[in-house]
C-alpha cells in the first residue's frame, strides 16, 4: 500500500541498511568495509566546512529499499556566497526502480533543498535513460561537461577503444611514437617547485583565498575545505603536491589513481593557480605527467566545462577533449531566481573536485 511508503533523512541507525542495499544494488561507492562507508557517509554529508548536506532513505513496509544524498560546498557565483550540493550516491532496490520511489525520492529532493539553504544543487551524469528520467521528474539539462584525457599506456587505450585486432596492429606502431613526442614537447624549464606532500601546510590558506577570488563562479577553497575535502574522511588514496615560487605558494594539485572505463586513470582531482601564472600550470602538470609515468597508468583524466579557466592549459599540456562528455543536470532554489545561463557556465570552474565520487 502506498500509506507504508516514506522517504526521510537517514539517521546513524540506517547505514547498515545503506550498506545492505548499495552492496546488492550495484552502488559504485562500495570498495569500502561497512566501517569505511559508514565513515563516508559522515565525511559525505555531514563533515563539510559549509553548511551540513544531509542523504536521505525510502522506506516500504518499514525496510529500507533506496538511498540520496546531496554533499554540500560553499561556493562564490558570480562573486557572491552561495550554497551548492551535488546529488549522489542514489541507489534504489532492483524491484522497485520502476514504480513510486525514484518520483518519491526526488520529490523529497526538490522540496527539501531549498529551505535548508541551498541555492543550487546539481548532478553530474552519464547514461542517457538515467539523465531522462531526471529531466522528467524536475531537473535541468544546463549542458554538457568535457572530458580530458592525455594518454600514457597507448597499446592499452587502444586496446579498449579499437575492437579489430588488425587495426590495433597497424596503429601501435604510430600510436607509440606520437606518445614519445607528445611527452616531450611539454618541458617545463621555470622558476617554480612541485612538491608531494602529506597534507596542505599552514601557508595554503592564503593562497586558497586568492584563488577563490580570481576566479567568478567556483567552490570556495580554504584550508578547512581542503583539509576536509581531501582528507582521512573520505575514505580515498588521494596525493597531493604543493607549487612554490621563491618560498611562496603559487598552487597544488591533487590527484588520484582510480578505474575508469577499464582503465588504470589518473585522475586530476583538483589543480589549482591563478588563472595568468603560466609558470605555476605548466609546472603542475608536469608535475601531473611524473606522476602518472611512476604510477604506470594508462591514462590522465580532468574534468572541465567548455570554457573553464584551464582549459587552454590542459591542452597545452597534452590533454585531448575525450570523446565522451558528461551531462550536467541543475535545479535553482526558488528564492535564488535561474542561476545556470550561457554565462554562468562560462565562468564556472568545475573540475572532479566537485564531484562526489572522484
Not at 4 to 23: C, E, F, L
Request: with cysteine; glycine share 8%; hydrophobic share 50%.
Amino acid at each position: 500500500m502506498r500509506g507504508t511508503q516514506v522517504v526521510r533523512d537517514a539517521q546513524a541507525a540506517d547505514v547498515a541498511a545503506i550498506v545492505r542495499i548499495g552492496a546488492e544494488n550495484d552502488l559504485f561507492s562500495f570498495d569500502l568495509d561497512d566501517a569505511g562507508f559508514e565513515r563516508m557517509l559522515v565525511w559525505s554529508y555531514r563533515a563539510a566546512p559549509a553548511p551540513a548536506g544531509f542523504h536521505a532513505v525510502a522506506e516500504r513496509a518499514s525496510t529500507i529499499v533506496g538511498h540520496y544524498g546531496l554533499m554540500p560546498f560553499a561556493y562564490r557565483i558570480d562573486g557572491a556566497p552561495a550554497l551548492c550540493g551535488i546529488a549522489g550516491n542514489l541507489v534504489i532496490v532492483r524491484e522497485q526502480r520502476r514504480g513510486w520511489m525514484f518520483i518519491a525520492m526526488q520529490r523529497h529532493l526538490t522540496e527539501t533543498f531549498p529551505p535548508r539553504g541551498f541555492d543550487l544543487i546539481y548532478a553530474i551524469g552519464a547514461r542517457p535513460e538515467v539523465i531522462d528520467l531526471n529531466i522528467r521528474v524536475g531537473w535541468t539539462r544546463s549542458g554538457l561537461l568535457p572530458i580530458y584525457a592525455k594518454p600514457y599506456r597507448v597499446a592499452a587505450l587502444l586496446s579498449a577503444s579499437i575492437g579489430s585486432t588488425l587495426l590495433r596492429a597497424l596503429a601501435l606502431p604510430f600510436a607509440a611514437a606520437g606518445a614519445r613526442v607528445w611527452r616531450t614537447l611539454h618541458a617545463h624549464r621555470g622558476d617554480v617547485t612541485v612538491t608531494a606532500v602529506a597534507e596542505f601546510p599552514p601557508e595554503i590558506a592564503a593562497f586558497a583565498e586568492a584563488f577563490s577570488q580570481a576566479l567568478p563562479t567556483l567552490a570556495v577553497r580554504s584550508a578547512a575545505v581542503l583539509a576536509w575535502r581531501f582528507g582521512a574522511g573520505s575514505e580515498r588514496d588521494y596525493r597531493i603536491a604543493v607549487a612554490r615560487r621563491a618560498g611562496i605558494v603559487v598552487g597544488y594539485v591533487v590527484t588520484r589513481v582510480m578505474t575508469m572505463h577499464g582503465l588504470r586513470t589518473l585522475a586530476v582531482v583538483d589543480l589549482a593557480a591563478l588563472p595568468r601564472d603560466r609558470g605555476a600550470l605548466d609546472a603542475l602538470f608536469v608535475y601531473v605527467d611524473g606522476v602518472a609515468r611512476r604510477e604506470r597508468v594508462d591514462v590522465a583524466s580532468a574534468l572541465s566545462t567548455p570554457a573553464g579557466a584551464f582549459v587552454g592549459a590542459l591542452r597545452r599540456a597534452g590533454y585531448l577533449r575525450a570523446p565522451e562528455s558528461l551531462t550536467l543536470l541543475t535545479q535553482s532554489a526558488p528564492q535564488s531566481g535561474p542561476l545556470v545561463d550561457e554565462r554562468f557556465l562560462r565562468d564556472w570552474h568545475l573540475s572532479w573536485f566537485d564531484h562526489d565520487f572522484v
